[in-house]
Structure formats: structure tokens, C-alpha cells
T-cell receptor, first 115, second 118 residues
């Protein structure tokens, strides 16, 4: 199984809503990532978890709150988002996150629209 | 900071032709890693090929190969015998090795939209 599964595939939310994005992998990977991709732009790194600990936060606003309950699961909790946060949110995983050019495996993303 | 530049926003070729996508990067590191990812309409980012900077030999994966010129900081992707399924956005990406755990970061170029025509 080389899949990274993201749910939901599409999400529409209001600015006062609270929602969560979910990402799951069963490849035994110990590093997981959240990327944000605006239309016609490359992905931009948001967060990295390695061995269930947050190792990189790319100065992301606090209205985005990541969580890694175990090595297979990664959540992104959303609260009080702005319309400019509308984007494709991609989850990825890699073997350990040790930093030796590991291959990242990506999910198909959640397309988020904030009204 | 590392930067990755893809100078071809869009390309279009006929099926079965060979096409080359360009990528240049800027870094002061001597050791690093380079990748090509494709993003088809399904939106999933799929790894195409990976190159380690300290290896002289160019990486190949079936119909995909790279021309890695370290001195020129160039990393082009060649697709041979192109197929309709190769239609996608292609991103060149750079990663430098970090010393601490969990610090891997991919820096992407702006992408090249490749269309394979029947």
C-alpha cells in the first residue's frame, strides 16, 4: 500500500465554522507534511511532523492547527478561516524525515473553499 | 535561500514525440537532492524521478531521464515516447539535507504545464 488518503476531497466552510482535514497513510512512514497549493501555483510547506512531534511550522497563522495523534494519522484543524485561505491542501509522508533526500508520497488533496 | 526556476510555463507536443522540460536552481550547498513531480488533473503529486547531487550519473526511470549539470545548476527532464497520460503539470523541486530530524523541505519551481496531443 503506497497510498496517502485524504478526506474530505472537497470542503466548503464559512468564516465562523470549525472543520478538520484528515490524512492517513499505512506505509509505516514516520514523517508527515501539510502543504498548501493555491491555483496555478506550486505547493508551499506549512507543517512537518516527525515521529509524531512538530518539527517545522512555516509561520502558519494560528487559525490552522495541526495534530498528529499517531504515526499513521495527521489532522489539520481549521477555525475562523479567511476567504484567502481557499486552496488545495495536500498531505504527504516520507520514511523518517531525517533529511537525506527522502521521497515524499502525496495524497490527492482537499479542495477547500472559504465563503 | 534556495530558488528553483522553470522558464517554460506551458509546452505542447504530439504523442510519441520526445520533450524536454527545463529547470535551473540556485544554491550554495554542495550536496542536495533534486526531484521532478507531476501533477495530473487528479491533483495528486506523483514523484517522477530523483537525483542526488553527489552522483555524476543521470537518473532514469523508464521513459523519463534527466540531464543534471551541477556546475550550471541545471536539471532538465526528458520524456521519451510521450503518452497521453503524461499530460500534467510538472514541478521541479530542490531539497537540501538537514542535520536535524524532521527538517526536510521541498522547494518547488513554478511548474510547466505539459500537454500531449493525440
Amino acid at each position: 500500500d503506497t497510498e496517502v488518503t485524504q478526506t474530505p476531497k472537497h470542503l466548503v466552510m464559512g468564516m465562523t465554522n470549525k472543520k478538520s482535514l484528515k490524512c492517513e497513510q499505512h506505509m509505516g512512514h514516520r514523517a508527515m507534511y501539510w502543504y498548501k497549493q493555491k491555483a496555478k501555483k506550486p505547493p508551499e510547506l506549512m507543517f512537518v511532523y516527525s515521529y509524531e512531534k512538530l518539527s517545522i511550522n512555516e509561520s502558519v497563522p494560528s487559525r490552522f492547527s495541526p495534530e498528529c495523534p499517531n504515526s499513521s494519522l495527521l489532522n489539520l484543524h481549521l477555525h475562523a478561516l479567511q476567504p484567502e485561505d481557499s486552496a488545495l491542501y495536500l498531505c504527504a509522508s516520507s520514511q523518517s524525515g531525517v533529511g537525506q533526500g527522502e521521497k515524499l508520497f502525496f495524497g490527492s488533496g482537499t479542495q477547500l473553499s472559504v465563503l | 535561500a534556495q530558488t528553483v526556476t522553470q522558464s517554460q510555463p506551458e509546452m505542447s507536443v504530439q504523442e510519441a514525440e520526445t520533450v524536454t522540460l527545463s529547470c535551473t536552481y540556485d544554491t550554495s550547498e554542495s550536496n542536495y537532492y533534486l526531484f521532478w513531480y507531476k501533477q495530473p488533473p487528479s491533483r495528486q503529486m506523483i514523484l517522477v524521478i530523483r537525483q542526488e547531487a553527489y552522483k555524476q550519473q543521470n537518473a532514469t526511470e523508464n521513459r523519463f531521464s534527466v540531464n543534471f549539470q551541477k556546475a550550471a545548476k541545471s536539471f532538465s527532464l526528458k520524456i521519451s515516447d510521450s503518452q497521453l497520460g503524461d499530460t500534467a503539470m510538472y514541478f521541479c523541486a530542490f531539497m537540501k539535507p538537514y542535520q536535524r530530524q524532521g527538517a526536510q523541505k521541498l522547494v518547488f519551481g513554478q511548474g510547466t504545464r505539459l500537454t500531449i496531443n493525440p
